[in-house]
Antibody, heavy 121, light 108 residues
C-alpha cells in the first residue's frame, strides 16, 4: 500500500526539542523529494521544509529557519524533522508529504495523516 | 515569496449547484505551477488539480481547474454531498512553495 506514516509528535515545553519521523512505503522513496507541511489548530496549511531526493537541496520556511533540520534516510525509506527551540506558535499537526518531483519543488501527491505537536508549559 | 489570496472565504451552496473558487497570486505563477487540494475535517489534504488544470488520479470530472499568470479558478460543476470541504490552492513554481488561506464550501 502506498502510504506515509508520521510519528514522534507530543507535548513539549517551550525551548525543548522534538524529532518527527515519517515512514514511507509502496513507492520508490529515493525517486522523490519530500516535505513537511504543518497546520495550526483551526488554521490553514503552511509549508515547513523540503528535501530533494538525494538531500542535495534543502529549503525551510523563514519561520523555522535555524531551528528545524530536515533529513532523510533513503535506505530506511524515512524522512525526519529535528525541531529545536520550540515555540508555542509551532503547535500544529505536522504532515509528511511526497513531492511529484525529485527536486525541492513540485506539488504534493501523497500525504500522511499527520502527527500532532503541542508546545506548552 | 508569492502570496496566494483565495476568495471567497466561505461559499454557501446547495448540493447540485456549481461552485467557483478563486485563487489570486501576488505575482505571476511560472508555468502555471498551481495545485488545488481538498481537505475534509479530520483528514489530510488530497490533491485534486495540478498544473492549473490537470486532474489528479481518481478525481471526478466535475472538478476542473483553469487560469494562468496570477488568476486561477477551481470549478465544481455540480456539488455532491462529499464535496463540502475546505479547498486550498498552492503555487510550486517559485521557492518557497506557498498555500492560499483556503475556501470553505459549506452546505446552505
Amino acid at each position: 500500500e502506498v502510504q506515509l506514516v508520521e510519528s514522534g509528535g507530543g507535548l513539549v515545553q517551550p525551548g525543548r526539542s522534538l524529532r518527527l519521523s515519517c515512514a514511507a512505503s509502496g513507492f520508490t522513496f529515493d525517486d522523490y523529494a519530500m516535505h513537511w507541511v504543518r497546520q495550526a489548530p483551526g488554521k490553514g496549511l503552511e509549508w515547513v521544509s523540503g528535501i530533494s531526493w538525494n538531500s542535495g537541496s534543502i529549503g525551510y520556511a523563514d519561520s523555522v529557519k535555524g531551528r528545524f533540520t530536515i533529513s532523510r534516510d533513503n535506505a530506511k525509506n524515512s524522512l525526519y524533522l529535528q525541531m529545536n527551540s520550540l515555540r508555542a506558535e509551532d503547535t500544529a499537526l505536522y504532515y509528511c508529504a511526497k513531492s511529484s518531483e525529485w527536486l525541492v519543488s513540485g506539488y504534493f501527491d501523497l500525504w500522511g495523516r499527520g502527527t500532532l505537536v503541542t508546545v506548552s508549559s | 515569496e508569492i502570496v496566494l489570496t483565495q476568495s471567497p472565504g466561505t461559499l454557501s451552496l446547495s448540493p447540485g449547484e456549481r461552485a467557483t473558487l478563486s485563487c489570486r497570486a501576488s505575482q505571476s505563477v511560472s508555468s502555471s505551477y498551481l495545485a488545488w487540494y481538498q481537505q475534509k475535517p479530520g483528514q489530510a489534504p488530497r490533491l485534486l488539480i495540478y498544473g492549473a488544470s490537470s486532474r489528479a488520479t481518481g478525481i471526478p470530472d466535475r472538478f476542473s481547474g483553469s487560469g494562468s499568470g496570477t488568476d486561477f479558478t477551481l470549478t465544481i460543476s455540480r456539488l455532491e454531498p462529499e464535496d463540502f470541504a475546505v479547498y486550498y490552492c498552492q503555487q510550486y513554481g517559485s521557492s518557497p512553495g506557498t498555500f492560499g488561506g483556503g475556501t470553505k464550501v459549506e452546505i446552505k
